[in-house]
């Protein structure tokens, strides 16, 4: 009786240990997920993905982009000095300030497929209103408002693309997203050369509407949105966000479908049959708006307790000064270019660097001075404004420069995806920065065209790379559903930096020539130091769930 009890005892003990065992053995549905994607391999989907995204890349880029290559040669259509030249590459950093904490928000509680495709092709008839402009108000209203789109589709890609590789990938698809940013800069400056030196003058209606080469080549820079807005339609949601959003099924279906087209087997093959820890295909349950809202807002509490509004803190300081420096530099340098090529036409030679710009920035005073007193004795002059206005039209070294800044950043993301597993992710980051300050402090010294792209380039090259390894570790540290509302966040404050940078720079210019290039190495230099307080990667509890 007594061995009976005791072997009885003993079994029930071996259960509940295997019970124990089991639902220790139970792992998160995000596990299944990697697990899942893993499955799926590296193949034709997201190759077509990558494709999409360098796409829409192009197209986030040039709302920043475009007005800097137009400026010189839209200054006397659209009658500029050098503060409203300040005022229109400032302008969609406007509307992605004002927006982007919203949109962040948004787009962690709805998806991110219905932002990408709205964004996209918002920025697209944006495009087409500011290309028709026939006044620089016209021009700035297009540019605000393509900064308010360009917040729901300017971070969100490579959310989407970390959310759909597996963990094996992850990295160096990062990676090769962040140089979409220089492939961009580049594709940029070659569509620029290839369009804005013609003089082409089209009269629609004489006195109201003229299209000149910029009006075209701003038509034309509105492609890529759209052909991006499109393919992005035809692309399933996110599995990631459908998972954390209670949507088991339709994330297993995507799966399905990107193992199907990546393997060429059939979907009904795919190993995985359920992404729940109980092993059993669960159903779901569509939540109404107004749940899906009262959800997000549960959420986007935790983002600020410990320790993740540390980390949005500090990856938002960085991320202001950063853009700050480089977005100065990036949207200034094809005017910077055309002021340097236009002074050697002019005096057979090149100077100094300084000399060149304070000899730019006193024309221009002169100018201003003039058109007043034009303007007080217009009754005794047979001269108006748009006779006197001569804009320096930019040449071929200004946009093979542009491309020189394309290359740089391009070399500089490719020699971090082998250096980030030598010297680590925040070495790296920190030695990058010292080199962007010592390079923009060092154009006082030059005199040489060639020196002056190089620095610049540079300068911008290894800020943008810094960057771009910001950027892998910020989607590794902040969790799945408040992953885009952080980013939106960081990116809100660095285009806060981005907007004070567009705007203070002529001011500093005019104050004198070195001024903003000492600034932003000194500020530069400064923010250096607080890499070595951001979490390191292996410290992303949490960002992949």
């Not at 495709?117 to 021009?139: A, R, T």
């Not at 950027?471 to 885009?484: A, D, E, G, W, Y």
Request: proline share 3%; hydrophobic share 45%; glycine share 6%.
């Amino acid at each position: 009786m007594k061995d009976s009890e005791r072997s009885e005892n003993s079994s029930k003990e071996s259960q509940n240990g295997n019970q124990s065992s089991e639902s220790k053995d139970e792992k998160d549905p995000m596990e299944i997920l990697e697990e899942a994607l893993d499955a799926c391999k590296f193949g034709r989907f997201h190759v077509r993905l990558l494709f999409i995204t360098l796409a829409a890349q192009c197209a986030t880029t040039m709302v920043t982009t475009t007005t800097s290559y137009i400026m010189p040669n839209a200054e006397c259509d659209l009658h500029m000095n050098i503060m409203q030249k300040g005022l229109a590459n400032s302008m969609p950093f406007f509307g992605q300030v004002g927006a982007a904490l919203f949109t962040g928000f948004l787009i962690d509680a709805f998806g991110r497929k219905i932002f990408l495709v709205s964004g996209l092709l918002g920025i697209f008839v944006c495009s087409i209103i500011e290309g028709s402009s026939q006044n620089l108000w016209m021009l700035i209203f297009g540019k605000l408002m393509e900064g308010i789109f360009s917040s729901f589709c300017f971070t969100t890609p490579a959310v989407m693309v970390s959310e759909m590789v597996h963990r094996g990938v992850r990295d160096r698809v990062l990676l090769l997203n962040a140089s979409f940013m220089s492939l961009s800069l580049i594709l940029t400056a070659l569509m620029s050369w290839a369009i804005l030196p013609h003089k082409w003058d089209f009269v629609l209606i004489e006195g109201y509407f003229v299209l000149h080469s910029w009006n075209f080549y701003l038509y034309i820079c509105s492609i890529w949105s759209l052909i991006a807005g499109v393919s992005y339609y035809f692309l399933p949601e996110s599995p990631k966000f459908l998972l954390s959003h209670g949507q088991e099924n339709e994330a297993l279906d995507v799966l399905k479908d990107i193992y199907c087209t990546n393997t060429g087997k059939d979907r009904d093959s795919f190993p995985i049959t359920s992404l729940s820890a109980s092993g059993t295909f669960t159903p779901t349950t569509k939540d109404t708006m107004k749940k899906q809202l009262t959800n997000a807002l549960f959420e986007v509490k935790n983002l600020f307790r410990m320790p993740l509004v540390g980390r949005l803190f500090l990856f938002s300081v960085m991320t202001f000064v950063c853009l700050l420096a480089y977005s100065s530099l990036r949207l200034w340098y094809p005017q910077i270019s055309t002021i340097v090529e236009n002074y050697q036409k002019e005096h057979n030679q090149t100077d100094w660097f300084c000399e060149m710009i304070t000899d730019y920035t006193d024309s221009l005073h002169k100018k201003e001075i003039y058109m007043k007193n034009a303007s007080y004795l217009e009754t005794n002059l047979t001269v108006n404004k748009t006779e006197i206005c001569v804009p320096q039209v930019s040449g071929p070294e200004t946009y093979t420069n542009g491309m020189i800044l394309g290359f740089m950043s391009l070399l500089g993301i490719c020699i971090s995806t082998y250096a980030v597993g030598i010297f680590g992710h925040k070495p790296l980051m920190f030695a990058l920065l010292l080199f962007c300050a010592a390079c923009s402090g060092s154009l006082y010294w030059t005199n040489t065209l060639i020196l002056i792209a190089l620095l610049i380039s540079a300068t911008c090259g290894f800020m943008q790379t810094a960057l771009s390894l910001q950027q892998n570790l910020l989607v590794r540290v902040f969790p799945t559903t408040l992953r885009s509302l952080s980013i939106s966040i960081i990116v809100m404050v660095g285009r806060m930096g981005s907007l004070l940078g567009s705007v203070l720079f002529p001011v500093m210019l005019t104050a004198g020539c070195m001024v903003p290039f000492l600034a932003l190495s000194i500020l530069t230099f400064c923010v250096a130091g607080l890499v070595f307080l951001l979490p390191s990667p292996s410290a992303s509890s949490g960002g992949d769930k």
